[in-house]
């Protein structure tokens, strides 16, 4: 059975930093495409950043990109997402997410496996 557990969830101020973690078990990770997606109260799910098994990286939303970097350690099974200057409207459960194949950042409903979320809280 695959599971994949996050961390790093928190509550922060504006322009801080958090680093998410989401740890892979029950498939060989080195195999998988990751993405990591937000949702926030009363809005859609919304794509953050994906990667590729080998690391090739593309960001979802122009409001992430220069902040927000996502990565792998395919010998810990661990996909992370680093996130800097956070602001306010960064504030919402943020989700891993993981597919045999590439899926990227819009089509969220496409990835086979789900972490349980970890809240993130950014206060002006």
């Known amino acids: 059975q695959v599971q994949l557990a996050e961390s790093g969830g928190g509550s922060v101020q504006t322009g801080g930093s958090l680093r998410l973690s989401c740890v892979v078990s029950?498939?060989?990770?080195?195999?998988?495409?990751m993405g990591w997606f937000r949702q926030a109260p009363g809005k859609e799910r919304e794509g953050v950043a994906a990667i590729y098994p080998g690391g090739s990286t593309t960001y979802c939303a122009d409001s992430v990109k220069g902040r927000f970097t996502i990565s792998r350690d395919n010998a810990k099974n661990t996909l992370y997402l680093q996130m800097n200057s956070l602001l306010p409207e960064d504030t919402a459960t943020y989700y891993c997410?993981?597919?045999?194949?590439?899926?990227?950042?819009?089509?969220?409903?496409?990835?086979?496996?789900w972490g349980q979320g970890a809240q993130v809280t950014v206060s002006s």
């Open positions: 997410a993981a597919s045999p194949g590439w899926v990227g950042c819009a089509a969220w409903f496409r990835y086979n496996y």
């Open positions: 029950g498939y060989t990770y080195s195999n998988l495409y």
